[in-house]
């Protein structure tokens, strides 16, 4: 370890050689040993950081967060999409995520021999399974 490697893990660590890494500590008690200077600008940085002290929280404001946090957290968002409108769209969206997921199951069942035919045989059959419906919708 030389000079430069060590002002670097003064920076990373700071002063108290206990923090330092097990591999690192017994070059660097000799470095720092040897040229005490190069742990200056981390002894003054650990002094200044250990005598930070954190205020405490002015109550009406805690008081404020937590109601905007109690009030934001009451409603799930299915309660504040039946609430925004009619019960219909959620029922429309439930419906949509049970059918999302039942399709989905039924895709990864017929999707174990992945391959360009099954690909095609897909398509042929949603080509034909649409012109039907739109044949019968539309006469």
Do not use: C
Not at 22 to 35: M, Y
Not at 53 to 77: F, H, M, N, W, Y
């Amino acid at each position: 370890m030389n000079d430069n490697d060590f002002k670097i893990l003064a920076h990373t660590y700071g002063a108290n050689l206990d923090r330092w890494p097990e591999g690192s500590r017994h070059e660097a008690a000799r470095i720092a040993k040897a040229n005490p200077e190069l742990l200056q600008d981390a002894t003054q940085l650990d002094k200044a950081l250990d005598s930070f002290t954190i205020r405490d929280a002015d109550p009406q404001l805690l008081g404020k967060i937590i109601a905007k946090i109690e009030k934001e957290t009451d409603k799930s968002p299915i309660l504040i999409i039946l609430h925004r409108g009619s019960w219909m769209r959620g029922v429309a969206f439930i419906s949509l995520g049970i059918l999302g997921l039942f399709l989905g199951s039924v895709n990864m069942e017929g999707s174990q021999n992945f391959s360009d035919n099954s690909v095609d045989s897909n398509q042929d059959i949603f080509n034909s399974t649409s012109s039907t419906i739109i044949d019968e919708v539309m006469p």
